[in-house]
């Protein structure tokens, strides 16, 4: 059962992305009944007389398109954070690494870091 729970968290890892996005589909899709029903109740007690209680309704459509403002704002953060870092993280065409640091790059780091501090370093006596 340990090994299933591990193997399902790795999953989840690699398609994180899906899963809100799967989420955030299946919480719209709930909050649109629910917004549904309340248009539905609001259109019989102008229709057919039923006793619909319509602040009720009003309040009820006022807290779902905040609901789903909220949605389509946290989507957005995720797919601008899945944006940025696919288009300016890595080259066209190649996927992320985990792990990009490699000896070279360390290696590169370093000589710019000492370059600069060279520059930065004073001259001589003043």
Not at 61 to 70: A, P
Request: with cysteine; aromatic share 12%; net charge positive.
């Amino acid at each position: 059962m340990k090994t299933y729970i591990a193997h399902l968290g790795a999953w989840g890892e690699k398609n994180w992305l899906s899963l809100v996005i799967i989420m955030g589909i299946v919480l719209m899709l709930f909050v649109c009944t629910i917004m549904a029903s309340w248009l539905i109740g609001y259109w019989a007690n102008a229709l057919y007389g039923m006793r619909f209680e319509l602040s009720s309704c009003w309040s009820g459509i006022g807290v779902v398109v905040t609901g789903l403002g909220g949605i389509v704002g946290l989507a957005k953060a995720a797919w601008t954070k899945y944006g940025y870092d696919s288009r300016y993280n890595t080259p066209a065409g190649i996927a992320p690494v985990k792990n990009p640091v490699t000896p070279a790059t360390a290696a590169k780091v370093q000589a710019a870091a000492e370059k600069v501090v060279e520059t930065m370093a004073p001259k001589g006596d003043a």
